[in-house]
């Protein structure tokens, strides 16, 4: 039986068939298509300026560390953008601090500086030390995703500002993105429907602008790219995960995208054609300061304040 070649080099040994699109790709073609794909995604959707100081949110996750080193990577196009690793700690026993330590690891390494936030230090509370007191108040409405989700959010825009970011990047995959734009829709949530979006929009001075340079990466294709660079990451799935709304929908994508490939692609592209008639149907909030921390807020209480005022 013949050997695949490589379609993009036609030397090559195929090591990877990318099914939505009809490619056999190479080891070296494959990484290479996804640091090309990036750089036209942050060129796309003007994600950048020359002179940007931008932070990256680096868990310690494949999606994450793949992100900062690409980006590390494509600096010499960008040679007046700087970057700086922001990471937050949420305070899981047990699980947090191997990321921590391989983030700080691959931070030194590609000589970024690194910044950590914990929720400690910002509310108070752990995670952990959070859901046991919203358990123990009879709290069971909100998973543990849900107080996290609001809670590292919020974290990682005063992260960026502490450090002075004109910019934060996340490493929000296609799967991320196709799974927050399904649950939207099952929600009937108009208004988070139409922010979601690769570059967010300035609505608030202490809001720092979010781009999402991973948005057109399927997640399989950031964990080959972290295995094919060897990049060390944390492959331990966070305790709480089970109990997310976003794994039953990641089965439901999953098994459709398995059946029809780029049903994920489709879904997004779907939403962008969408946006301006979702935009000018969702009612618009206004932003302002949250009277508690003083933080944006879309209402008198911010989301975060409000969490922990309902466990005090």
């Given at each position: 039986m013949n050997t695949p070649v490589c379609s993009a080099c036609k030397t090559r040994e195929a090591f990877f068939h990318r099914?939505?699109?009809?490619?056999?790709?190479?080891?070296?073609?494959?990484?290479?298509?996804?640091?090309?794909?990036?750089?036209?995604?942050?060129?796309?959707?003007?994600?950048?300026?020359?002179?940007?100081?931008?932070?990256?949110?680096?868990?310690?996750g494949k999606?994450?560390?793949?992100?900062?080193?690409?980006?590390?990577?494509?600096?010499?196009?960008?040679?007046?953008?700087?970057?700086?690793?922001?990471?937050?700690?949420e305070g899981i026993a047990g699980y947090r601090n191997e990321a921590l330590e391989i983030a700080a690891e691959k931070c030194e390494k590609l000589e970024i500086p690194h910044h950590i936030v914990s929720f400690k230090d910002l509310y108070g509370f752990t995670l952990d030390e959070l859901i046991l007191k919203a358990r123990s108040k009879g709290l069971t409405e909100l998973t543990a995703c849900a107080y996290c989700g609001v809670l590292r959010r919020k974290a990682i825009n005063i992260g960026a500002r502490?450090?002075?970011?004109?910019?934060?990047?996340?490493?929000?995959?296609?799967?991320?993105?196709?799974q927050t734009i399904l649950m939207n829709i099952l929600r009937g949530d108009v208004v988070r429907l139409a922010k979601e979006k690769p570059v967010t929009s300035q609505v608030h001075p202490l809001l720092v602008q979010k781009i999402k340079p991973f948005c057109e990466i399927p997640e399989k294709e950031s964990a080959l790219y972290?295995?094919?660079?060897?990049?060390?990451?944390?492959?331990?799935?966070?305790?709480?995960?089970?109990?997310?709304?976003?794994?039953?929908?990641?089965?439901?994508?999953?098994?459709?995208?398995?059946?029809?490939?780029?049903?994920?692609?489709?879904?997004m592209k779907a939403l962008e054609?969408?946006?301006p008639a979702?935009?000018?149907?969702?009612?618009?909030?206004?932003?302002?300061?949250?009277?508690?921390?003083?933080?944006?807020?879309?209402?008198?209480?911010?989301?975060?304040?409000?969490?922990?005022?309902?466990?005090?």
């Open positions: 099914r939505y699109s009809g490619e056999t790709l190479c080891r070296k073609c494959f990484t290479q298509s996804i640091e090309d794909k990036v750089r036209a995604t942050i060129t796309r959707y003007r994600m950048l300026s020359f002179n940007d100081h931008l932070a990256v949110a680096v868990s310690g999606d994450s560390l793949s992100l900062l080193c690409i980006l590390a990577k494509l600096k010499r196009f960008r040679p007046k953008t700087t970057l700086i690793a922001v990471t937050v700690d502490q450090v002075h970011a004109s910019k934060v990047a996340t490493a929000h995959t296609l799967d991320d993105e196709a972290a295995y094919v660079k060897k990049i060390r990451f944390q492959d331990t799935p966070c305790p709480y995960a089970g109990e997310a709304l976003r794994n039953d929908v990641r089965w439901m994508l999953n098994r459709m995208e398995a059946k029809h490939a780029g049903t994920k692609f489709t879904l054609r969408l946006r979702i935009e000018e149907t969702a009612r618009r909030e206004e932003f302002r300061t949250c009277v508690e921390c003083g933080e944006p807020s879309a209402a008198q209480l911010c989301k975060t304040c409000e969490m922990l005022r309902r466990i005090s």
